[in-house]
Nanobody, 121 residues
């Protein structure tokens, strides 16, 4: 049974950095999602076990996703944070996702409980 646990959230000023961790990330496709108040959940960054990554346009160049394997820990390094990055961040895992839409949530069947990130202006 896959059990995902996020940590590393907190409150920072705009321009600051945080690093999120997700323990128990063993499946092949791993993605960070986020959900802001009043907004739909959106995919942020994905990585597969070959190290291939993809990022949402809104975070490209600021966030970096990585995987410690065989440690089974997924990371999200977030730099130059903006107030619009404020959200609950979730890690999710799947054994397969559509190759053209890896940030789509439909095929992710394993989810963590989330960690809050708050960025002040």
């Amino acid at each position: 049974q896959v059990h995902l646990v996020e940590s590393g959230g907190g409150s920072v000023q705009a321009g600051g950095s945080l690093k999120l961790s997700c323990a128990g990330a063993s499946p092949q496709y791993l993605t960070w999602f986020r959900q802001a108040p009043g907004k739909e959940r959106e995919g942020v960054a994905s990585i597969d076990n070959r190290g291939r990554t993809i990022y949402a346009d809104s975070v490209k160049g600021r966030f970096t996703v990585s995987l410690d394997d065989p440690g089974n820990t997924l990371y999200l390094q977030m730099d130059n944070l903006k107030p619009e990055d404020t959200a609950v961040y979730y890690c999710a895992a799947a054994y397969w996702v559509p190759p053209d839409r890896p940030l789509t949530q439909d095929n992710y069947v394993f989810w963590g409980q989330g960690t809050q990130v708050t960025v002040s202006s």
